[in-house]
């Protein structure tokens, strides 16, 4: 596919290209370089082309599922079967000779992988922000009365003040 016309990217073959891109991770501007041309014409094309900003945006939508379900599995835990398995050799009964070996399964142990506070925190704080984030907006009303013995002198005696002291 040549490089740099946008017409080549609102074919079926140049859409899935694209998609395919946004959803191995990569950026506009990797997406940009691949094709061929600035970054600013990519985005100039998405605004124009509503395929080419749609196949982006399905590509992008999967990866980032992928992530967020990956995310709350880690928060939460989770188990898995593991299993060893050994290579063993196969010998004809009659012979006695080797004939071949197998894979074979010796152990399967199920794991448990504990729940993560570190992704229990980011999600919390992402999902629930006016709850767990960290710095508070915290609005004061009112007046602030304080008891100034000099706030009725002027300047003039004030400093008559300071020179007599």
Not at 6 to 32: C, F, K, P, S, V
Not at 61 to 79: F, M, P, S, W
Not at 130 to 143: L, P, Q, S
């Amino acid at each position: 596919m040549a490089k740099g016309k946008y017409e080549q990217w609102l074919t079926e073959e140049g859409l899935l290209q694209l998609e395919a891109w946004a959803r191995n991770g990569l950026t506009d501007e990797q997406i940009a370089a691949n094709i061929g041309c600035a970054c600013s014409t990519l985005y100039d094309w998405k605004g124009k082309y509503s395929e080419i900003s749609e196949a982006l945006k399905r590509g992008k939508d999967i990866v980032d599922i992928q992530v967020e379900n990956a995310l709350l599995k880690r928060a939460l835990g989770y188990t898995y079967i593991e299993t060893t398995q050994e290579r063993v050799d196969d010998y004809d009964p009659h012979t006695g000779l080797k004939t071949g070996s197998h894979m074979e399964v010796t152990k399967t142990v199920t794991k448990e992988v504990q729940p993560d506070t570190t992704a229990q925190i980011f999600w919390l704080k992402n999902r629930k922000p006016d709850t767990w984030r960290d710095k508070r907006d915290v609005g004061i009303e009112g007046t602030l009365n304080t008891n100034n013995p000099f706030a009725d002198l002027s300047t003039e005696d004030l400093k008559k003040l300071i020179n007599h002291d």
